[in-house]
């Protein structure tokens, strides 16, 4: 299909608990970003695929945060021994290429995660 | 990374005003993309600049690409009620996102 599909629209997890997003991308697009965005206005990278392969993690809290894209199966970020500040709405994105003339990235509709 | 200050904040206008954002930045930038989030929505894309001194027009709405590559803005004219959402700049290949200005449009 032509959109992102992120799964679920809602989280909600007891602090210490584990969380887990999905997100299915636009077929034939090969990179897949994963944002998280607090405070409403506020865009944090985290990661970034290019197919299955890890293209830039250089924004993941790497001692709880992890993600996964793998063939044939929806791409994953997991966050183990959720927090309260983990509270936060995640987006995915993907798209046919990087900085390609013309393309921008597709946005799911996000799933929005509630630590309490 | 390719930071991005974004500003005003906030903009209220009555319907049929201009709005302008700009976008900021102190190091040159290798392209500079557009989003605009509706409230409890997702980014969706608006549209990428790469050239210095770029200007694209899409109706109402005109970006620009500053000469040094170091500045954008958003212009759209005769505002509409469904203008309202928050624009987002945002630079290189992961996105670096500026705060956004929230654009509220009164009838």
């Known amino acids: 299909g032509e959109e992102v599909a992120q799964t679920p629209k809602h989280l909600v997890r007891g602090e210490g608990q ?23 206005n506020e865009f944090k990278f985290l990661i970034s695929f290019q197919n299955e392969n890890v293209f830039d993690e250089t924004g993941m809290p790497k001692e709880r945060f992890s993600a996964k ?8 970020l997991e966050i183990q021994a959720t927090k309260l500040e983990d509270s936060a709405v995640y987006f995915c994105a993907s ?22 | 990374g390719q930071q ?23 190091t040159t930038l290798s392209n500079i993309q557009w989003y605009k ?15 210095s001194g770029e200007v694209k027009k899409q109706k109402r709405l005109t970006f620009q ?27 290189g290949y992961a996105l670096n996102f500026g ?9």
């Open chain 1, 18 to 40: 584990k969380a887990k997003l999905y997100c299915a991308p636009i077929k034939g697009h090969s990179y897949v970003f994963w944002y998280q965005q607090v405070l409403k």
């Open chain 1, 95 to 116: 798209s046919p290429g990087i900085l390609r003339i013309g393309y921008g990235y597709t946005f799911g509709s996000g799933t929005r995660l509630t630590v309490v």
């Open chain 1, 69 to 76: 894209c793998l063939p044939n199966s929806p791409c994953s």
């Open chain 2, 37 to 51: 989030q509706r409230p409890g929505g997702h980014p969706v894309f608006l549209i990428q600049l790469v050239k």
């Open chain 2, 4 to 26: 991005v200050m974004q500003i005003p904040q906030y903009q209220h206008v009555q319907e049929g005003e201009d709005f302008t954002t700009y976008c900021n930045s102190s």
């Open chain 2, 99 to 107: 705060k956004g200005t929230s654009l509220l449009v009164t009838p």
């Open chain 2, 65 to 91: 690409f500053g000469e040094a590559k170091k500045n954008s803005s958003l212009h759209i004219t005769a505002t509409q009620t469904t203008d309202v959402g928050t624009y987002f700049c945002a630079s």
